[in-house]
């Protein structure tokens, strides 16, 4: 009798030791979720902030080509109505 309550009672240490690991490992990955939650926001607004100055920068390229293409024809037509026959 003695010894079955013995091994209950190791029974009931391994449990619970069993019960502390499988916390502590639970614990351990909700503050990781919680880390990597808050560094993948924070990529996230970089990366907004990237897409946004990308479509800026395009926007801005495009209104320079267009200024380019307005001087070139500018200066074809100062060319031509100048009597040069050189032309571009």
Do not use: A, P, W, Y
Not at 3 to 22: C, G, P, S, V
Not at 74 to 79: E, F, H, T
Not at 80 to 88: I, T, Y
């Amino acid at each position: 009798m003695n010894e079955k309550i013995e091994e209950r009672n190791e029974d009931l240490h391994k449990l619970k030791k069993k019960n502390t690991t499988t916390v502590q490992i639970l614990t351990h990955t909700r503050e990781k979720l919680g880390f990597v939650q808050k560094k993948n926001d924070e990529l996230e607004k970089i990366g907004k902030e990237k897409e946004n100055d990308l479509s800026k920068k395009r926007k801005e390229l495009s209104k320079l080509k267009k200024d380019k293409d307005d001087l070139r024809n500018k200066n074809v037509k100062l060319k031509q109505q100048s009597g040069s026959s050189f032309l571009l």
